[in-house]
């Protein structure tokens, strides 16, 4: 499966559980570690565990799994699927980490073009 369909499946997922500021940002040119970063900020710890286990099933459901999923019980999780890491933030490890700024010189997603309904919908 190509990147952008994992980004796809996975960005609908956290926008279907009320995920909050969705983006995604290709990073290929950058570094070697991946691709893509989708990133996303959960309302709660719980909410972040739920997202995390909602974008696992929906791409599990077409045959993707992980290479590994790292800080599940933190305001953070990573789920690594390759080309793709998905990055679960909790609002303060978000503001703190500050992935969007660190990788501000990837080329960012346009999200209206990878959401089948808008954010916030």
Do not use: Q
Not at 24 to 40: H, N
Not at 45 to 63: F, I, Y
Not at 81 to 110: Q, T
Request: net charge negative; hydrophobic share 40%.
């Amino acid at each position: 499966m190509e990147s952008l369909d994992i980004i796809k499946i996975a960005a609908n997922a956290l926008n279907e559980k009320k995920a909050k500021e969705i983006s995604a940002v290709k990073i290929a040119d950058l570094t070697v570690l991946c691709e893509y970063f989708l990133i996303c900020t959960a309302t709660s710890s719980t909410h972040v565990r739920a997202l995390c286990d909602e974008v696992e099933d929906k791409l599990e459901e077409n045959g993707i799994k992980p290479h590994h999923i790292e800080g599940r019980a933190t305001g953070w999780i990573a789920l690594d699927y390759g080309s793709v890491i998905i990055h679960i933030f909790g609002k303060n490890e978000r503001e703190f980490y500050g992935l969007d700024k660190m990788w501000s010189d990837g080329e960012p997603l346009d999200m209206n073009d990878i959401l089948t309904v808008a954010e916030g919908d």
